[in-house]
């Protein structure tokens, strides 16, 4: 293995897409079939270029649509190739059904999914609740704040998604414009580097063979459904202690190592802000603001929503008195996603003397910064000493 | 074509395996049949939802002896092109994708996978067995049905006329075109051998008659097929590299005197039962009319 001293390190000014395709470009891809939509097209397109400029070894499927971008990385997958796609918002929502196929078939599909809010009316900015409409689906979802997140995180998610005690897809998401759009150094490991650390997919017994036919997908009656839904969830389970290992393996590498979530100033932290994607560096500003004022204050980054990071985040959260959650994404008629999941997980855990809010913020790409982020911590720091309870809050709606 | 040439045209070798849950007299099970025969075991399968997802059998059984990769209803053409590339990938030759769909799967929910993957000239075989309904379900309308045929979802038989697909498919500029009977297997056995020696996107249109779903004695099948033929409601063509030619029976029909009454064939269907002599003339009328456009294909070729 080489070293990170030996080990050259280039840096290159990137947009999180184009991170995306060079992370893409280093893990090897074999198979690229997408379909474009704003904010995901420069992925796209930058691995048209690398791909005609033969500096990928990879073929390119121009599909009609995203339902057959999924279709054409379920057959890639299902043939022993290593595929990539990207999508976003509506794509997303078009490809559902090959999302759902694509994790019942237990293939290592990985699929950069550029945050985007759903219409109507339209809106192409950030916003979480596509990727959230894969929550139950299978897949393994990993959240990126930056652009070195991103092409980090689609490098280690085909060792996570190839690994035989996973055998699941990876979708990584990060914002759009805020991310996608926004240039950031990013420092890019050497292509010998990333070959040490994820060598070529070794086709599974049950990849596509002639010499040795097998049949996939056949019709399962009631006796034998629930177990392969088991399975699955078996996977992803698993896949968690793989993720955390990958994470640790790729830190020794390259010197930036990956969790579940990351603890920002938590320890002793009465109130904590737990978010994802481009709102955590917002937030840390805020932390730091309010620390040098008095306030215990600590953020949790979410980088792994699936499988959901269970006792990480009861590790982290269990003494706070306070947690907001501050997320782009609301289930309709209930609350905050991530925020629910947070708080059952909570009271599950016997953790009752903590007050939990759920703030849906930043929806459509609505505004948010450290002001606002200083704004809610103050009034968690409040809310704190009614000891215990959920509420939900829609941050800065217009009256 | 005699017993001798028969023999030497089609293999002993069998890859659907007897003992599977077509029903009686299913023209899938024959199609797959032969088809399975002319590529002689290399091939992996794509097959979306379909009668056929059941005829391959449920988990953990398979009554093919290829590789088969069932798929999501509007998926097969995109799945099958994905299979294809990552092959040519991973260096592994000579081996022929085919996707086997239905007529909903080809022609309604499936067409723009369809077009997309023959737009960009994909490497597969497309085989859509028409059986002109949704049988799987019970019988609901295509864009397939013909005008006048019943079905549960026309209980007062189809008002509109059935799509002209490989002519659809044909004006993708693709390589290779076909249409084909299960009542004439010689004719499709050289049609696949023709069309797998093509790089590229290759269609065979195959005519399934559907005794459960047409409304006729499951004996039949095989005779309804040729009629459908001898009558000239079905024409068998191919159109390679752009190139137009009628095969097998279809081509000692031009001359109209040959192709029996659209009746002889109506008749035996229970789905066309209720129709008038009027709805039947208008029928003829078509089949007429349709060979007229075909005699200048013939013509330009």
Request: proline share 5%; hydrophobic share 40%.
């Amino acid at each position: 293995m080489i070293s990170l001293r030996r080990s050259k390190v280039m840096k290159l000014l990137l947009t999180s897409n184009y991170a995306a395709a060079y992370g893409a470009k280093l893990a090897r891809v074999e198979i690229v079939a997408a379909y474009p939509i704003t904010p995901q097209t420069q992925v796209v397109e930058k691995l048209a270029e690398f791909i005609e400029g033969e500096e990928l070894k990879a073929t390119m499927i121009r599909v009609e649509s995203e339902h057959s971008a999924m279709a054409a990385c379920i057959g890639a997958a299902a043939a022993g190739a290593r595929p990539f796609t990207a999508t976003s918002s509506q794509g997303l929502l078009y490809m559902y059904e090959m999302i759902w196929w694509a994790a019942g078939a237990r293939l290592p599909i990985v699929m950069g999914v550029v945050t985007r809010a759903i219409a109507p009316p339209w809106s192409i900015w950030s916003d979480h609740a596509d990727i959230l409409s894969i929550r139950d689906s299978g897949w393994i979802i990993i959240f990126s704040e930056s652009a070195q997140e991103v092409l980090d995180n689609i490098i280690q998610a085909y060792r996570i998604a190839e690994h035989k005690e996973v055998l699941l897809p990876v979708a990584v998401g990060w914002d759009a414009f805020t991310s996608s759009h926004t240039a950031e150094p990013v420092s890019l490991p050497e292509q010998e580097l990333v070959d040490s650390f994820l060598p070529p997919r070794t086709p599974e017994p049950f990849v596509l063979d002639v010499n040795e036919p097998i049949s996939h997908g056949n019709l399962t009656y009631p006796d034998e459904y629930m177990e392969f839904r088991f399975l699955i969830n078996e996977g992803l389970e698993r896949a968690r202690k793989v993720i955390r290992e990958v994470g640790k393996e790729y830190g020794k590498l390259t010197g930036r190592e990956y969790g579940l979530i990351e603890e920002y100033k938590c320890g002793d932290a009465d109130v904590i802000l737990v978010t994802l994607g481009s709102m955590a560096g917002d937030v840390k500003d805020a932390v730091d603001i309010l620390r040098k004022e008095g306030y215990h204050a600590g953020l949790v980054k979410l980088r792994c929503l699936r499988p959901f990071p269970r006792e990480a985040l009861l590790n982290a959260l269990r003494e706070a008195r306070a947690v907001g959650i501050v997320e782009r994404s609301f289930s309709m008629g209930r609350g905050g996603i991530i925020a629910t999941e947070i708080n059952s997980l909570l009271r599950e855990s016997g953790v009752n003397d903590v007050v939990t809010v759920s703030y849906i913020a930043g929806l459509g790409g609505r505004e948010i910064g450290v002001n606002d982020f200083i704004n809610i911590f103050k009034s968690l720091f409040k809310k704190m000493e009614r000891g215990s309870g959920f509420e939900v809050v829609w941050y800065g709606l217009r009256g | 074509m005699g017993m001798k040439g028969i023999l030497r045209v089609v293999p002993k070798e069998e890859y659907l395996l007897p003992g599977n849950p077509s029903c009686p007299g299913c023209p899938a099970s024959l199609g797959l049949r032969y088809l399975l025969k002319a590529l002689g075991g290399k091939a992996i399968l794509v097959i979306p939802a379909s009668c056929t997802s059941i005829i391959v059998g449920p988990y953990p059984f398979s009554s093919l002896r290829v590789p088969v990769l069932n798929i999501a209803f509007a998926a097969a053409a995109s799945t099958a092109a994905g299979i294809s590339e990552a092959l040519k990938v991973k260096g592994k030759e000579g081996i022929q994708v085919v996707v086997w769909a239905g007529d909903g799967g080809t022609a309604d929910i499936g067409l723009q996978a369809l077009s997309g993957a023959a737009e960009r000239n994909s490497d597969i075989l497309y085989v859509c067995y028409d059986n002109e309904a949704y049988m799987n379900t019970g019988i609901q309308r295509s864009s397939l049905t013909p005008y006048g045929a019943w079905t549960t979802t026309t209980p007062k038989g189809k008002v509109e006329e059935k799509k002209n697909l490989p002519m659809i498919v044909a004006e993708h500029k693709v390589p290779y075109v076909a249409t084909a009977s299960v009542g004439y297997p010689i004719d499709l056995i050289l049609k696949v051998r023709k069309a797998i020696k093509y790089r590229g996107f290759k269609y065979i249109h195959l005519h399934a008659p559907c005794p459960y779903g047409w409304r006729f004695p499951a004996n039949k099948t095989v005779e309804v097929a040729k009629l459908a033929v001898k009558t000239g409601i079905w024409v068998l063509y191919e159109i390679e590299n752009g190139k137009f030619r009628l095969t097998s029976l279809s081509s000692s029909l031009i001359d109209p005197s040959k192709r029996l009454p659209v009746n002889k064939y109506l008749k035996l269907q229970g789905r066309f039962k209720h129709l008038s002599e009027e709805d039947i003339s208008r029928i003829q009328e078509r089949v007429n009319t349709m060979w007229d456009e075909l005699m200048r294909l013939v013509k330009e070729s």
